[in-house]
């Protein structure tokens, strides 16, 4: 483990935890880290018992947990339980090989804000993280789709996922957003970043961020993921793009 203490002279930066237990990876996330401007490198863990004992005596609070789920003695599903029970105002980053609908399910319950595959992994994870802090929940498109897909079989099976009578969501859903939230939802749900949806739709990302916020308050959520979990419940994701 090493760690590494924030310049107290410096302007507001995101300190960055990373829990991995394969040494290339973690060091791609470091160089990353480091380049950016934003962030500052905490320490990484190459083991569960590493990163709950870094969790139990740090002085330093994390803002941004970055783990893996498959790790040698355990799962970083307990890392994210003990970062978020300790530092509510911790956000944890999944970036796993783990791609079915149980894990990632069990990531978002547990506290996890994004989910992305390591097949998919951005060049510039620091950009990602950044974006996060500013209201971003990354998802990989294969991770949305798939939980989409799981929760159209829970609604189908008629499971508490889908406790409200279809017709009823059929006859609220469309009115509850507007034709822009709905065009923004169904692009955060295909996997794009704010910046993308700025560019497809030419707008700001001031704007699209706006939109963002507007739709989380319509479906009282707090992230991209509870945005598309709640708004495919309601039957506003019926047929994703």
């Not at 003695?73 to 609908?101: K, N, T, Y």
């Not at 996890?112 to 998802?139: L, R």
Request: charged share 20%; glycine share 8%.
């Amino acid at each position: 483990m090493n760690i590494e203490a924030p310049d107290p002279g410096t302007a507001r930066r995101w300190g960055v935890l990373v829990v991995e237990d394969d040494s290339r990876a973690r060091a791609f996330f470091e160089a990353s880290v480091q380049r950016s401007a934003s962030l500052f490198w905490l320490g990484s863990a190459g083991t569960v018992h590493e990163a709950l004992a870094w969790l139990a005596q740090t002085a330093t609070i994390p803002d941004v947990l970055l783990v893996d789920l498959g790790m040698p003695d355990g799962s970083g599903l307990d890392v994210i339980r003990e970062a978020v029970a300790r530092f509510p105002g911790c956000e944890p980053l999944v970036i796993s090989v783990f791609g079915d609908e149980e894990n990632v399910l069990s990531s978002i319950e547990a506290g996890a804000v994004g989910y992305i595959h390591k097949d998919a992994a951005p060049e510039d994870i620091a950009q990602t993280i950044v974006e996060m802090k500013a209201g971003a929940s990354p998802i990989s498109p294969m991770i949305a789709r798939r939980v989409l897909a799981k929760y159209r079989s829970l609604q189908t099976a008629g499971t508490p996922a889908a406790a409200l009578p279809q017709a009823a969501i059929d006859s609220t859903a469309p009115s509850l957003l507007s034709a822009r939230e709905h065009e923004v939802l169904t692009l955060i749900a295909r996997g794009f970043s704010y910046a993308e949806i700025a560019r497809l739709k030419g707008l700001s990302v001031h704007t699209v961020q706006t939109h963002i916020k507007n739709l989380y308050g319509k479906l009282a959520v707090h992230s991209k993921s509870e945005a598309v979990f709640e708004a495919t419940r309601l039957g506003l994701l019926s047929h994703p793009g």
